[in-house]
């Protein structure tokens, strides 16, 4: 006769079959199941027309090894026996799942992004991942158990921008499932960035100031232009209320400077502004004349200067008694300015 158990399941009370020869139909056979702590279970069997017979095992066998001896007689008393032990290795119970983690990489830039994990299952086995993204889109993908227990695959095609949540499940040889989720985030969108540059200035080592919508404690990197074709890089940090300033290190030469700023958020997206001013320590060159020997006393005084037109020219007047008066004129498009003494 022969008897047969499951060599590995993760079926607690499973099913013995075995065959014999020259028993009769009807005939008994008594099967003893001992498990891994050392209780048995007996249970029997009808012999079945073809020789064959099956019984399952009535109570729930821990998990580990496990063995089965089977007994039958014939009609006329003769005893047979089988035992199946898988060759001296035991049979197994094995009820309790893989354990397995994922992880869904999370405020990142890469719509594609690898999903990764480990688990105790073994070398090959195979990971089933779900993703679904913010729209409910839903990709399968799967990957094998490295030898260091580690898995990963990038997930095919792009998500959708905003909440995913990646699902993964893998089996032991018992059939036993393990399963584990995470929820990522993608973002596609640049960080909002504007820097100012004073439009013309006579500081050359002007202050750059602006702002963004990164998180405050992000670093800016500001890199500074002048006439001379010299960069200057320069870093900040972004404050409470998303502003960000520093002063130009070196001081620039007279001219125009261009300065452009590169912020990237925490998924990686990059974002840049660009502004253009002028250093300008040239002082403008002025005229003014006061009339000499004149019976006006309130005189008129006028000038030139280069200063651009609009410009308003700041006039003190003092007299023989000490007597001050300050009055001002705006430059016309002739570069020219007068003004009459009020009093």
């Known amino acids: 006769m022969t008897v047969e158990a499951p060599d590995l399941s993760n079926d607690n009370t499973p099913t013995l079959t075995g065959t014999t020869t020259d028993v009769e139909e009807g005939q008994l056979v008594t099967l003893t199941v001992t498990d ?52 001296g290795k035991g049979n197994v119970i094995d009820t309790t799942a893989p354990v397995i983690t994922v992880d869904a990489p999370d405020n990142t830039s890469d719509n594609t992004p690898l999903i990764s994990g480990t688990t105790d299952a073994p070398t090959g086995s195979v990971v089933s991942i779900t993703v679904t993204d913010s729209r409910g889109s839903v990709q399968t993908v799967s990957a094998n158990v490295g030898a260091n227990g580690r898995y990963s695959v990038e997930v095919p095609k792009a998500l959708a921008e905003g909440r995913y949540t990646a699902e993964a499940a893998v089996k032991d040889p018992a059939g036993n499932e393990g399963k584990a989720s995470d929820n990522g985030s993608i973002d596609i969108t640049a960080p909002v960035i504007s820097v100012d540059i004073p439009e013309v200035s006579r500081d050359t080592t002007p202050t750059i100031s602006g702002k963004t919508d990164v998180p405050a404690g992000t670093v800016v990197t500001i890199t500074v232009t002048g006439k001379d074709g ?39 997206n990059e974002g840049r502004a660009s502004d253009n001013g002028t250093i300008d320590t040239t002082a403008p060159v002025i ?20 200063a651009p037109a609009g410009s308003i020219v700041s006039i003190t007047v003092t007299d023989s008694q000490g007597s001050v008066q300050t009055v001002s004129a705006s430059v016309g498009a002739d570069g020219r300015y007068s003004v009459e003494v009020p009093k």
């Not at 009808?46 to 007689?73: F, K």
């Not at 005229?287 to 280069?306: K, R």
């Open 36 to 87: 891994s702590r050392g209780g048995s279970q007996v249970v029997t069997a009808t012999v079945q027309a073809d020789g064959s017979y099956q019984a399952e095992v009535p109570n729930a066998l821990p998990d580990g090894r496990y063995s089965v001896e089977a007994v039958v007689s014939d009609k006329a008393g003769n005893r047979a026996e089988a035992r199946d032990d898988n060759n």
């Open 230 to 268: 010299h960069p200057q890089v320069v870093t900040t940090t972004v404050k409470d209320d998303g502003s960000f300033e520093v002063d130009v290190p070196e001081a620039l030469p007279e001219g125009p400077v261009s300065v452009e700023a590169v912020v990237k958020d925490p998924a990686g």
């Open 287 to 306: 005229t003014v004349d006061a009339p000499d020997n004149t019976s006006d006393n309130t005189p008129l005084i006028s000038g030139t200067t280069d």
